[in-house]
């Protein structure tokens, strides 16, 4: 790939602008702050599971998540519960660059969540492979078996 032939000023009225777009976008956006991007997440399996991200439980603003119970008396971090063929947003809950581990734990009869049979899912935001202007949805489809990330 070859640079296009651009004099020095124009060099640096090109560079002068990326900085001036990263400054505004640093000042201006939460993009920094590690809410860049949504995640949605879809239950395509049979059975109720709960989902959060990280062990922080984090989430984008006014997004409606909660805690459930697990067999040994604690709570889980903060997050979705998704009853079948459902889709929830944790909202813009991580940041550009970013490679959160989403966990799926099934929910028992009780209602309560099974940390026994925790199902890690590992993305990145943005991918090494692929050299592309980064998604600001990112969707994980959760299976049963495993999960797919869509772009």
């Known amino acids: 790939m070859e640079l296009p032939k651009l004099t020095q ?4 009225g090109a560079g002068s602008l990326a ?3 990263i400054v505004l976008s640093f000042f201006l956006t939460n993009w920094w702050e590690g809410e860049a991007i949504e995640i949605s997440v ?3 399996a049979a059975g109720t599971v709960f989902a959060y ?4 439980g984090r989430h984008g603003r006014n997004t ?3 805690k459930l119970a697990t067999p040994n008396g604690k709570e889980t971090p903060t997050g979705l519960l998704l009853q079948p063929n459902q889709t929830r947003s944790f909202g813009t809950a991580v940041g ?13 009869e009780d209602s309560r969540a099974d940390t026994s049979r925790v199902n890690d899912c590992v993305f990145d935001t943005i991918s090494p492979e692929k050299l592309r202007i980064p ?5 994980v489809k959760w299976t049963g078996n495993g999960c797919e990330t869509l772009y």
Request: no cysteine.
């Open 9 to 12: 000023r124009q060099w640096i």
């Open 19 to 21: 900085l001036v777009a």
């Open 42 to 44: 879809e239950n395509a």
């Open 53 to 56: 991200i990280d062990n922080t």
């Open 64 to 66: 409606l998540v909660e």
């Open 96 to 108: 550009l660059g970013d490679s959160p581990t989403l966990h799926f734990l099934p929910v028992t």
């Open 135 to 139: 998604s600001r949805h990112i969707k």
